[in-house]
């Protein structure tokens, strides 16, 4: 992403009020990023990330590894940086072919079937939570194992469940704890992903920024 001094003058904003915190320098550039998207310094306490979570994304990203999102919102959000970095390929759940059915939203389907095309992928759920579940009952299963999962949607029924089932997994993660979370959250924490991965692996991969 590229900074002006309006966003130079806000990111001081944030600084100030955040003050002392105990994340890593990489991971305050994610929350950073994510309070600067939604001016909700709540996301302060309830940005959870796994062990190794960063590394192994940004790692993936630079591998040119697949990106699947759950909805259209995502994949606009992240599009501009993805395109002007590493050019991942990105699928969107909402858009996959899938067989109709009555069982599972057309999200969760979506994911599914994406998933099991990409089982090593990168996957962002941004807002579905049936999506985040499908996704999860295939790593539990074993059929897949991606690289990372940022999981950000909002809920008041069984969201928890489905965070908390992630966090337990052996898959590198981002989550947002809690009810909170959108596509707008996960967008911001793949373009601070794709930030923090093009200042490590950019210059080797693309000889020069």
């Known amino acids: 992403m590229e900074w002006h001094v309006t966003d130079a003058q806000t990111l001081a904003i944030i600084d100030n009020e955040i003050g002392d915190h105990v994340f890593s320098p990489a991971e305050y550039e994610i929350v950073r990023r994510v309070i600067y998207a939604t001016c909700d310094f709540e996301y302060k306490s309830l940005i959870h990330f796994s062990e190794h979570a960063l590394q192994a994304g940004a790692a993936a990203l630079a591998a040119r590894t697949t990106i699947v999102v759950d909805v259209p919102m995502v994949q606009v959000g992240i599009a501009s940086d993805i395109q002007n970095t ?124």
């Open 86 to 209: 590493f050019a991942n390929p990105v699928y969107c759940s909402m858009e996959a072919l899938t067989r109709p059915q009555k069982e599972k939203t057309r999200a969760a389907w979506g994911i599914e079937t994406l998933a099991r095309r990409y089982p090593e992928g990168i996957f962002v759920i941004g807002q579905s939570q049936t999506a985040l579940t499908a996704l999860i009952d295939l790593i539990q299963a074993e059929e897949i194992r991606p690289a990372l999962v940022i999981a950000t949607p909002v809920g008041f029924i069984n969201v928890d469940i489905a965070k908390e089932r992630l966090q337990d997994s052996l898959v590198p993660n981002i989550t947002i704890l809690g009810r909170k979370g959108n596509a707008v959250v996960g967008a911001a924490i793949v373009d601070g992903l794709v930030d923090l991965a093009w200042q490590a692996y950019g210059q080797d991969h693309s000889g020069g920024v």
